[in-house]
């Protein structure tokens, strides 16, 4: 039995699960069109949870404010928040909903996952290392590449952003108190 098995299916686990923003990440890099560069951003306000009900059934909604993205750049920040890129005024969150999950490895689970960004929905490949830090803190780590002009992120900044962006994200989650 793997260890994302028994974590799953132990009794101690189920219930709720609260995000830990102070102790997370989730950040993003997108290559430019000429592949010399990466631009490299992180989003600084999030929330979320999740649920582990039995070790088959595991939900979750992580939100983002798009307002927060920050790459170092207050003048690339202030484009990415146009309705060029994220729109933030329109679509104010970026949402990652996860609808079950199974063990895929012996600390790695397969998540059912979806994107929304400037209201639209696609599922998204997502596969997440777990790490149990003590009885009450697990660490999900996952990283995902999505087509940015799928969900309408379709600025370009002189013809330099390229069509795929990596979401890299390093969630901490904390059991509820009962």
Known sequence: MSAVTTFLSSAESVGAWNLV???????????????AMK??????????????????????RIEVKAASVDTGLHTRDEDL??????????YPNITVVVSGGQPAGDDTV????????????????????????????????????????????EGNMFG???????????LVFRRAAA
């Open 21 to 35: 923003p102070e102790q997370s990440t989730i950040r993003f890099e997108n290559k430019t069109m000429w592949g």
């Open 110 to 153: 397969r998540l059912d996952a979806e994107l929304t960004a400037k209201g639209i929905t696609a599922p998204i490949p997502l596969q997440a290392h777990v790490e149990v830090l003590s009885d009450n803190e697990v660490c999900l780590t996952a990283h995902t590449t999505v087509q940015r002009k799928q969900f309408a992120v």
């Open 39 to 60: 631009v490299r951003g992180a989003f600084t306000e999030f929330s979320g949870g999740g649920q582990i009900q039995d070790g088959q059934t595991v939900s979750g």
């Open 160 to 170: 330099m952003v390229g069509a795929k962006t990596t979401l890299k994200a390093s």
């Open 81 to 90: 928040r146009s309705a060029s890129f994220f729109d933030v005024e329109k």
